[in-house]
């Protein structure tokens, strides 16, 4: 039996035989890919199969899968929905080693359609044939120069580059392939159902395969989460980056909530944050997908943080810099010396320099390359974008030729330095294509959109700087399994890892608790400690700010009486140190029943729940993280001096998140929620204080 992840898709992805099964003369499926494999010029085996035919367009044909003269790595079942099964097996019995069914009309349709599919995958797993679709459009491989796409193929013209696809969505490949100008495919896989071979597995595939520098993915659903991060993780460390456009994002599943503020990973939040902890570059439309991938065409990539735009006009230049800011994309002011070198050769230039408004005196052909030559040498400067009026082809104003003498001042900078140069349109999709080509023959890539184009090269900027994770030490803690732990022993728990908690004394009596009242001083709090109550003011058992023994004995005698009605135990008290001071905010990990554990951050009170104003990252954590996630919540600026406040202690905070997650990571296996509620933030050198602590662990069998 072959497991999902061992199963070779090279005979699917790469082929090197190909059976057509139900081939025919007539224009269809079958004839579309014999076709297609003599465009592309493919020169493995072809092997049409039909009892009708002896020859089909060159090729001997066969009339069954079982007469192959080979066990084929390929057979594309050209043959509708209810010959699949049956050609299944024969593929089984032959040992042909992947196929791709199109048809729709099961797992997606119903109960019926479920169970067909169902056998299938069990011969294809019996006999190791990696399977695409159902439901799909096949694979297109430009490198290996096969197809099983179900599309005529025109010209294999322009098709091939470096972006490999792969897309649940079959027409959304279709309209990604229909503009080739100025990328183009190692390979596009439409992977309809994925009921064998799935969305991770070629995602795994292109992270190793040489023609592919860049994946995109178009995805409706995750079958296997833990293929897909995995995928993603392999991708990255190959230098790849994973374009993800993910669509339905609200219908993920909510898993049960435990807690008031437990849950938060119901959210498709999730998802995206996931991305982001495995470096995929998630977008919200094609668009900035295209650009994206346009910007992955130059011979070097973006890194650093220092982007700097060059414009032939102040009102480009302006415009930018308006769309720039309000996307929050950093365009820094050009440094003094920089501005007196192009000031002393150009003339004046307005605004601060970035977009730096070089047309001067008017003489492109001098001011151009004398102020590239100057990003060249600005230090700050890591990014090069020149910007100059758009260009399309037939262009009825302006002097001809005009788009290639800008295209070849650019060239020439980019030529002389190792910091990538980008030519950008003002409008996304406007573009000369005689320029682009000749721009791409030269390393240089082409973006289009102040927003889209300069968006792209900041995204590949932040890919480059992906920080690594805040380093768990071994697990110091043995967690109990499948147990809701009651304030006090988390409390326990959490110091292990350094976190701060009040004095606090465990009571069964008013003898105790007055005693330990007593020692850790007045005011103090009281509160039930018990696993059954983990909400515990729910039910009025918290009394916060008592005064003496009297308000002590009196409050307790009350919460005896609650506690007895619920069933709750009468003699464990929590006596604990009242903390005056501070800003309460929420700390928080959950578990997402797919994608592990993320850690949450917002402010207490009605923040989280009602405004959803909260921040999420998946663990483990890196570094520099808890700091985003403060800054990303809006309630965060309570942290800071108002009026006669002083700011509070942010640094403790952060020191706080991230120690909690540590802890999370540490005991990742056990652990199902940590909620801490309140944590107080006090003035800054204050500290913080986790005033209420509940951690939920998992069953033991669970982990
Ligand atoms: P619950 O189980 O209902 O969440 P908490 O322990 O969080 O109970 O107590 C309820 C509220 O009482 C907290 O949100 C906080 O405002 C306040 N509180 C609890 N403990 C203290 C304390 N030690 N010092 C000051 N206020 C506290
Ligand atoms: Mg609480």
């Given at each position: 039996m072959f497991t999902p992840d061992a199963m070779d898709l090279h005979p699917l992805i790469a082929p090197r035989s190909i059976a057509v099964v139900g081939a025919s003369e007539r224009s269809g499926l079958g004839r579309w890919i014999l076709e297609g494999l003599a465009v592309f010029g493919f020169d493995g085996g072809v092997y049409p199969v039909n009892p009708k035919f002896e020859h089909l367009l060159g090729h001997k044909a066969y009339a069954s899968i079982g007469d192959l003269p080979v066990a084929t790595d390929l057979a594309a079942l050209c043959i509708g929905r209810a010959g699949v099964l049956d050609a299944i097996q024969q593929c089984a019995a032959r040992g042909v080693r992947a196929a791709v069914i199109y048809d729709s009309g099961f797992s997606e349709t119903g109960a019926e359609g479920k169970a067909l599919q169902e056998r299938i995958v069990a011969i294809c797993r019996e006999a190791g044939i990696a399977l695409c679709g159902p439901n799909c459009m096949g694979i297109l491989n430009l490198s290996a120069r096969s197809t099983s796409f179900k599309q005529t193929i025109r010209t294999a013209q322009g098709l091939a580059g470096n972006v490999a696809l792969v897309s649940q969505s079959?027409?959304?490949?279709?309209?990604?392939?229909?503009?080739?100008?100025?990328?183009?495919?190692?390979?596009?896989?439409?992977?309809?159902?994925?009921?064998?071979?799935?969305?991770?597995?070629?995602?795994?595939?292109?992270?190793?395969?040489?023609?592919?520098?860049?994946?995109?993915?178009?995805?409706?659903?995750?079958?296997?989460?833990?293929?897909?991060?995995?995928?993603?993780?392999?991708?990255?460390?190959?230098?790849?980056?994973?374009?993800?456009?993910?669509?339905?994002?609200?219908?993920?599943?909510?898993?049960?909530?435990?807690?008031?503020?437990?849950?938060?990973?119901?959210?498709?939040?999730?998802?995206?944050?996931?991305?982001?902890?495995?470096?995929?570059?998630?977008?919200?439309?094609?668009?900035?997908?295209?650009?994206?991938?346009?910007?992955?065409?130059?011979?070097?990539?973006?890194?650093?943080?220092?982007?700097?735009?060059?414009?032939?006009?102040?009102?480009?230049?302006?415009?930018?810099?308006?769309?720039?800011?309000?996307?929050?994309?950093?365009?820094?002011?050009?440094?003094?010396?920089?501005?007196?070198?192009?000031?002393?050769?150009?003339?004046?230039?307005?605004?601060?320099?970035?977009?730096?408004?070089?047309?001067?005196?008017?003489?492109?052909?001098?001011?151009?390359?004398?102020?590239?030559?100057?990003?060249?040498?600005?230090?700050?400067?890591?990014?090069?974008?020149?910007?100059?009026?758009?260009?399309?082809?037939?262009?009825?104003?302006?002097?001809?030729?005009?788009?290639?003498?800008?295209?070849?001042?650019?060239?020439?900078?980019?030529?002389?330095?190792?910091?990538?140069?980008?030519?950008?349109?003002?409008?996304?999709?406007?573009?000369?294509?005689?320029?682009?080509?000749?721009?791409?023959?030269?390393?240089?890539?082409?973006?289009?959109?102040?927003?889209?184009?300069?968006?792209?090269?900041?995204?590949?900027?932040?890919?480059?700087?992906?920080?690594?994770?805040?380093?768990?030490?071994?697990?110091?803690?043995?967690?109990?399994?499948?147990?809701?732990?009651?304030?006090?022993?988390?409390?326990?728990?959490?110091?292990?890892?350094?976190?701060?908690?009040?004095?606090?004394?465990?009571?069964?009596?008013l003898a105790s608790a007055c005693e330990a009242a007593n020692m850790i001083g007045y005011p103090v709090v009281m509160k039930i400690a018990a696993d059954e109550v983990p909400h515990k003011s729910d039910h009025g058992l918290v009394a916060v700010g008592l005064r003496d023994d009297g308000e002590l004995a009196a409050a307790l005698a009350r919460m005896i009486e609650v506690a007895r009605a619920l069933g709750a135990p009468v003699d464990s008290w929590l006596v604990q140190e009242f903390v005056p001071d501070g800003i309460e905010v929420f700390v928080g990990v959950s578990r997402d029943p797919d994608f592990g554990l993320s850690v949450a951050f917002g402010m207490g009170g009605v923040g989280i729940e009602v405004m959803k104003d909260f921040s999420l990252r998946m663990l483990p954590l890196r570094a520099g993280e808890a700091q985003e996630m403060i800054a990303a919540v809006r309630g965060a600026a309570l942290l800071g001096a108002y009026r006669n406040r002083p700011a509070a202690d942010r640094l403790q905070l952060v020191d706080c998140i991230e120690r909690v997650a540590k802890f999370a990571w540490a005991n990742r296996d056990q652990l199902n929620e940590i909620d801490l509620n309140p944590i107080k933030v006090r003035e800054a050198g204050r500290g913080c204080m986790i005033v209420d602590a509940l951690i939920v662990t998992r069953d033991a069998h669970e982990s």
């Open positions: 079959g027409s959304i490949a279709g309209t990604m392939l229909a503009d080739l100008r100025r990328f183009g495919f190692s390979a596009v896989v439409s992977s309809g159902n994925e009921a064998v071979v799935n969305l991770g597995q070629y995602i795994d595939y292109f992270a190793g395969d040489p023609a592919t520098n860049v994946i995109a993915a178009f995805i409706e659903s995750i079958r296997d989460p833990q293929m897909f991060v995995a995928a993603l993780d392999r991708a990255a460390s190959a230098g790849k980056p994973v374009v993800v456009l993910k669509v339905g994002k609200s219908e993920r599943t909510q898993h049960a909530i435990t807690s008031h503020t437990g849950g938060l990973a119901g959210e498709s939040r999730v998802f995206s944050e996931v991305l982001r902890a495995h470096r995929a570059i998630e977008v919200t439309d094609l668009d900035e997908m295209t650009e994206i991938l346009a910007a992955c065409q130059g011979a070097r990539w973006p890194r650093g943080r220092g982007l700097n735009v060059l414009t032939t006009s102040g009102g480009q230049a302006e415009l930018i810099l308006d769309v720039a800011t309000a996307s929050g994309i950093e365009l820094a002011p050009l440094a003094a010396e920089g501005r007196a070198r192009i000031e002393a050769d150009v003339g004046p230039i307005t605004g601060d320099g970035n977009p730096l408004d070089a047309w001067g005196n008017g003489d492109a052909s001098r001011n151009m390359p004398i102020s590239l030559r100057v990003l060249d040498e600005n230090e700050a400067t890591d990014v090069i974008v020149f910007c100059s009026s758009d260009s399309v082809d037939d262009q009825p104003l302006g002097r001809a030729g005009r788009e290639l003498d800008y295209a070849r001042i650019l060239v020439e900078a980019a030529r002389n330095s190792q910091k990538p140069h980008f030519l950008m349109s003002m409008r996304p999709g406007v573009m000369h294509t005689g320029q682009v080509r000749y721009l791409a023959d030269a390393g240089v890539a082409v973006v289009g959109g102040a927003r889209q184009g300069l968006g792209a090269i900041q995204r590949l900027m932040e890919w480059h700087r992906a920080p690594p994770p805040v380093f768990a030490e071994d697990p110091i803690t043995v967690l109990p399994a499948g147990r809701t732990i009651n304030e006090h022993d988390a409390k326990r728990l959490l110091v292990t890892a350094g976190l701060p908690i009040p004095r606090e004394c465990l009571c069964v009596d």
